[in-house]
């Protein structure tokens, strides 16, 4: 026969684990929820839950990801979680499960910010004294300031401009090279994805034309300068998590030639030197410890005269 004490110690019990299975029942049936949003493919839904669940996700960039691999991303941690609903210690999902976050991760913007055109001279009275001459000043300042700043963080960075401009100068010459050879696996590796796609459809179509090309850059190159630098955002949330694109002048000393499948000279004479203008858009991530200068774009290159 059961004592008084005995009885209430019981009761307590009972109570206690009817908390607990009412409890798990509502937070199983939350996850439930949430997942068959995620796989409803609703924007609406996914919209109003977005920012419940993006509390767990670090680094997951704002821009540039589609929201299909974010649900489907979402949707298989939440799945992982009701499949240990009555767990009594806390469950980690597996590595790979928490790797798939980190593998959403941009790695170019795609494009050009603010490509670089050179500005049209204005004379002095007219930069002064009128109010379309103000305006003008003040767009300029505008536009050199952004460049400061661009410059003013990737110098926190350990930017040196010497070192850098070794670089950029190394770069072109092994970009036109591997252009010149047709090697496109390497090539990738050296320029964003959509400029491998441009690259790659150039190479394409000039061996329609021509069998083979020799490309040679006479050292050191003439000249090299910055005429822009831009910073490109990719977290509202958190303003470290930005890209650097740098828009250079490169002037070098350069010897083509074209050959046919025959061997015969079509096009240029390598024992003539030319100076090339290029412009050229390199870019890097200011949030991957490990990332590297990449060629995102050109602008307008133009041969200046033969030498």
């Known amino acids: 026969m059961m004592t008084p004490f005995k009885r209430l110690h019981l009761l307590r019990a009972l109570c206690r684990s009817s908390q607990i299975g009412e409890s798990s029942s509502y937070l199983l049936g939350s996850c ?8 409803n493919g ?13 509390k767990g ?41 928490r790797n798939v976050v980190t593998q959403i991760a941009m790695t170019s ?24 001459g103000w305006r003008r000043t003040k767009n300029d300042m505008i536009l050199e300031l952004k460049s400061a700043y661009a410059i003013a963080k990737l110098r926190k960075k350990g930017y040196s401009k010497n070192q850098f401009y070794n670089e950029a100068a190394n770069m072109y010459k092994e970009i036109n090279t591997l252009i010149a050879n047709g090697d496109k696996k390497s090539l990738r590796k050296a320029v964003t994805e959509n400029m491998f796609s441009t690259l790659k459809n150039e190479i394409k179509q000039r061996e329609t034309a021509w069998s083979k090309v020799y490309w040679e850059m ?26 650097i694109q740098l828009t250079l002048e490169i002037l070098a000393k ?28 390199f870019e890097k991530s200011m949030f991957h410890p490990d990332a590297c200068w990449r060629l995102c774009g050109r602008i307008s290159p133009k041969a200046l005269s033969p030498l």
């Open 32 to 39: 439930k929820s949430y997942s068959s949003a995620l796989s």
């Open 254 to 281: 350069q010897k083509f030639e074209a050959y046919d499948s025959k061997g015969s000279v079509v096009a240029g004479d390598k024992s003539k030197e030319v100076l090339v203008r290029d412009i050229w858009v």
């Open 109 to 132: 913007p795609g494009f050009i910010y603010e490509p670089y055109a050179p500005r049209e001279k204005i004379p002095f009275w007219k930069r002064w004294f009128t109010r379309s």
């Open 57 to 97: 996700h670090n680094g997951i960039p704002f821009a540039g990801v589609k929201s299909l691999t974010l649900r489907s991303t979402m949707a298989a941690e939440l799945s992982i979680f009701m499949n240990k609903r009555m767990a009594t210690t806390q469950v980690q999902a597996p590595p790979q499960a």
């Open 42 to 54: 609703s924007d609406g839904n996914f919209r109003s839950i977005y920012p419940h669940l993006l």
């Open 218 to 243: 006479v050292e050191p190159v003439v000249k090299i300068r910055t005429l822009r630098a831009r910073l490109i955002g990719v977290d509202r949330r958190d303003m470290n998590k930005t890209f």
